[in-house]
């Protein structure tokens, strides 16, 4: 069993920053691949970023690139979300998920254990 408590969420400007982290329970974190989604109110949840267990692999969404930036510290069983540049449409909630795997993927379907999420909210 893995348990993910997100936090770093709130209410930004415009442009702003914010840094989103994942901390995660388990001895085996650095076996995993993690993930962050998003997802707005009466939208799907979208795939925002995702890495590798040791971090060689990250992908992000289109949306993101060049913005975000996914990063993980396998001592401290943490996982990272660098949020620049932020835009309204950033605007939902952020969630941390891992999958029982090394390898990343972009299918919120692949991960097994999801966090409760943290509100992220950008003003114009």
């Known amino acids: 069993q893995v348990q993910l408590v997100e936090s770093g969420g709130g209410l930004v400007q415009a442009g702003g920053s914010l840094r989103l982290s994942c901390a995660a329970s388990?001895?085996?974190?650095?076996?995993?691949?993690m993930g962050w989604f998003r997802q707005a109110p009466g939208k799907d949840r979208d795939f925002v970023a995702a890495i590798s267990w040791n971090g060689g692999n990250t992908a992000y969404g289109n949306s993101v690139k060049g913005r975000f930036t996914i990063s993980r510290d396998n001592a401290k069983n943490t996982v990272y979300l660098q949020m620049n540049n932020l835009k309204p449409e950033d605007t939902a909630t952020y969630y941390c998920a891992a999958r029982i795997y090394v390898l990343l993927t972009t299918i919120p379907n692949d991960y097994a254990y999801w966090g409760q999420g943290t509100q992220v909210t950008v003003s114009s």
């Open positions: 388990g001895r085996t974190f650095s076996q995993y691949a």
